[in-house]
């Protein structure tokens, strides 16, 4: 097994729980257009995909205010629903532990709002690069974002792990040829799963950092 030399995290429900804000965030589009809350398999999809996709998603049954929906999710101030989202309480302990032996990236279908995230949560410290949807022609699923990390840092597929929690996270490791650690998703097929990150500091993947 090659050392690790690489973590690349998601960031909604990994990072952080952010379902709480991505239903607000996306209710509030579709109660501005006087429909319905979403139900959840729409709260599913857009916890898990980038926001052009999610707005496609749960206007599709009204094409004709696509545009309109588009340009007020685009008004809509995000810091306004931050308050409905959770940092995994012992993210930061497994940073500052991971810091001094290997490189950190994150790779994730949020746009605009991943700077201001790292900025309110004093996190941008940590990461050497952050990969988001706006920076990658094919978002996730597919693995741009990742093979643009690992040639950043001159680094093969094999020195890297990915922590993701979704069917999306999945594919986008997979494609990149990536192990995957599933964070609290036992049903995710992975490499590993864990429940919290300092749960994987017991990992056999990380043998490294107990030397």
């Known amino acids: 097994m090659s050392e690790l030399k690489l973590i690349v995290f998601d960031c909604d ?10 239903l607000h965030f ?20 857009v916890h898990i995909h980038h926001v052009v996709d999610s707005v496609n998603h749960i206007m599709r049954h009204w094409p004709a205010e696509l545009a309109a929906a588009h340009a007020y999710r685009q008004s809509l101030d995000y810091r306004d629903f931050i308050r409905h989202m959770t940092i995994e309480p012992d ?16 790779s994730t279908n949020r746009t605009t709002t991943m700077a201001l995230l790292l900025d309110l949560f004093n996190l941008r410290q940590y990461f050497e690069m952050v990969v988001t949807a706006m920076d990658v022609a094919n978002p996730k699923p597919h693995p741009e974002a990742l093979d643009k990390i690992l040639a950043h840092f001159g680094l093969a597929a094999a020195d890297g792990i990915f922590i993701g929690d979704s069917v999306v996270d999945l594919e986008h490791a997979k494609g990149a040829g990536m192990r995957l650690i599933a964070f609290k998703n036992p049903e995710l097929p992975a490499d590993y799963h864990v429940e919290s990150f300092m749960e994987i500091t017991r990992l056999p993947v990380m043998a490294c950092f107990s030397k």
């Open 13 to 22: 429900g990994v990072m952080f729980d952010s379902k709480g804000a991505n």
């Open 26 to 45: 996306y209710n509030q589009i579709r109660l501005h257009f006087d429909h319905p809350l979403m139900d959840e398999e729409e709260l599913e999809y």
């Open 91 to 106: 993210l930061v302990e497994f940073l500052q532990l991971i810091a001094p032996t290997c490189r950190t990236a994150i």
